[in-house]
């Protein structure tokens, strides 16, 4: 009796490893950036523990070790991949990370940090020791890429050359507001501050509602520099989001502050979002601060504040 069900496509999963420095953190977030779930510094001895067969086809897995990883043994190491590379549930790859002894020294003593394998000895003897020890990796891994002469930016673009079909369809667009009296956000790629605006807060019958009401927004736009404002940011957006997407940029973050984060920014980033829906985009739209409760002190200009 046959399935009409399509066969479940093998889990890719890509082992990175190499030589302490020569970029394999670079490596891990920039495929992480396209779509991978990344691990760093996982025991490699506990893979098959991490990778069951009860759920094959799931999202591209990049485990990342080297001679820091306990129980590191290049031997082993390559006798359970070999295991692993039987399994008709994975698609398992091997890269490399090397570069010349040289610009490791050069990066070691650029950034103060101690060689894992240098123990109180010249970072260049820890070097040579760690070379030694991964020959084996080195030999046996199916792709080996040489950092000495690339930049953070150019291993980005090597991995994103190398990885980019895991990368998700669409790039995630999140469009957020926030309060600056209440902490900048973490995660925005860009931010635009709309204080410039004049604040509905200070309108008693506007203060207690929010950007998403329509009095508010209609005070809002007779502000005459709302309009010039919003539409260069409009503009702008839609024309980066393009150039963010085709670097291989995964996700995107916009965000809006004003100053208590419950008005100006709230209605602009609501207008954005529908400016980037009616260009095709579908973007998320997130309101830090909505709910919080309006306070005089917060909103008062820095001026006023301390005048």
């Excluded at 779930?37 to 001895?45: K, L, Q, S």
């Excluded at 070999?82 to 010349?100: G, I, K, N, P, W």
């Excluded at 207690?208 to 957006?237: C, K, M, N, S, W």
């Excluded at 400016?275 to 919080?292: E, I, Q």
Aim: hydrophobic content about 35%.
């Amino acid at each position: 009796m046959h399935s009409d069900e399509p066969p479940v496509p093998p889990q890719p999963i890509l082992l990175v490893t190499g030589m302490s420095g020569a970029g394999k953190t670079t490596a891990l977030r920039t495929l992480e950036d396209l779509g991978w779930e990344a691990i760093d510094n996982f025991p490699v001895r506990l893979l098959g523990r991490l990778i069951g067969k009860d759920h094959p086809g799931r999202t591209p897995l990049a485990i990342g070790f080297d001679s820091r990883t306990r129980g590191f043994d290049p031997k082993d190491i390559v006798e359970l991949v070999d295991r692993m590379s039987q399994r008709e549930d994975l698609a398992v790859h091997t890269l490399f990370l090397d570069c010349a002894s040289g610009e490791l020294e050069r990066r070691y003593n650029e950034n103060r940090r101690r060689h894992p394998m240098a123990q109180g000895r010249p970072v260049l003897d820890g070097i040579k020791a760690e070379r030694e020890l991964l020959e084996p990796l080195r030999s046996w891994a199916e792709a080996v890429v040489d950092t000495t002469d690339y930049s953070t930016n150019q291993l980005q673009q090597v991995m994103r050359d190398r990885y980019h079909d895991s990368a998700p369809v669409e790039m995630v667009i999140t469009v957020s507001s926030f309060g600056f009296a209440r902490g900048m956000p973490p995660l925005a790629d860009l931010v635009f501050d709309m204080r410039f605006l004049a604040n509905p807060h200070w309108d008693a019958a506007l203060r207690e509602q929010t950007g998403l009401d329509a009095e508010v927004g209609d005070y809002i736009e007779a502000d005459e520099a709302f309009v010039p404002a919003y539409e260069r940011i409009r503009d702008l957006l839609l024309f980066l989001i393009p150039q963010y997407r085709d670097e291989g940029r995964s996700y995107l973050n916009v965000a809006f502050g004003c100053t208590g984060g419950r008005h100006r920014s709230v209605f602009t980033a609501e207008r954005i979002a529908q400016a980037l829906r009616d260009a095709g985009f579908s973007p998320t739209v997130r309101h830090r601060n909505l709910t919080t409760r309006a306070a005089d002190e917060l909103e008062k200009p820095r001026r006023q504040a301390n005048g």
